[in-house]
């Protein structure tokens, strides 16, 4: 278990950093067409619906749908950079 109380906290916090190298989030919301900000926001809200009210649609549960939701969404948007509505996507 871990405590700030033995350190073990800010162990996990070094090797944590250690793996993730110098990686930085940046900001591409300003690189989508209006068509790919638009289909990314209803594919948002269709999961969001999904993930409300799990049994309604498919009986897959919550991690399924998670699942599938990221999944759709890498595919999504590797389509939105073949077809030029996309920034660039390294996944």
Do not use: C
Request: avoid cysteine; charge should be positive; aromatic fraction near 18%.
């Amino acid at each position: 278990r871990m405590s700030d109380k033995s350190g073990d906290l800010m162990e996990y916090t070094r090797r944590r950093h250690r793996m993730l190298g110098e990686y930085t989030h940046e900001d591409v919301s300003g690189q989508f067409s209006v068509f790919g900000k638009i289909s990314i926001s209803i594919i948002y809200f269709a999961y969001w619906i999904f993930l409300m009210f799990p049994n309604w649609f498919l009986p897959i549960g919550r991690p399924g749908i998670a699942l599938g939701g990221g999944m759709t969404m890498v595919v999504f948007r590797y389509v939105l950079q073949i077809t030029g509505h996309g920034p660039f996507f390294d996944a």
